[in-house]
Nanobody, 126 residues
Framework: QVHLVESGGGSVQAGGSLKLSCAAS????????MGWFRQAPGTEREGIAV????????FYADSVKGRFTISRDEDKHAVYLQMNSLKPEDTAMYYC???????????????????WGQGTQVTVSS
């Protein structure tokens, strides 16, 4: 059972930056895809960024492209999300997720994700 733990959320003013971290334990063999979903109250969970081992595939949702950067440390089984130029509409609970395939992010369907972190709140004030 993979256990994911996020850190780095908080409150920031619009235009500011935050960096989220996610560490995976019991992630035997590494590989697969690690990334981030977010969910604001009353909305569906949105897959915003993911990076996959092997081919090094990376995907960003249009809503964050050019402002957020995902990176991964394979040795530490960790994934990071650098968030710059934050906007009030980025306010949400951010969840780390792990899966063997990228489709859940590409299809914006969180139901197939087997491993989730507990979530970390990001609040951006105007």
């Amino acid at each position: 059972q993979v256990h994911l733990v996020e850190s780095g959320g908080g409150s920031v003013q619009a235009g500011g930056s935050l960096k989220l971290s996610c560490a995976a334990s019991q992630y035997r063999g590494g590989g697969g895809c690690m990334g981030w979903f977010r969910q604001a109250p009353g909305t569906e969970r949105e897959g915003i960024a993911v990076t996959c081992s092997g081919a090094g595939t990376t995907f960003y949702a249009d809503s964050v492209k050019g402002r957020f950067t995902i990176s991964r440390d394979e040795d530490k089984h960790a994934v990071y999300l650098q968030m710059n130029s934050l906007k009030p509409e980025d306010t949400a609970m951010y969840y780390c997720a792990a899966d063997w395939h990228i489709e859940s992010w590409l299809n914006q369907d969180a139901r197939g994700i087997p491993y989730w972190g507990q979530g970390t709140q990001v609040t951006v004030s105007s």
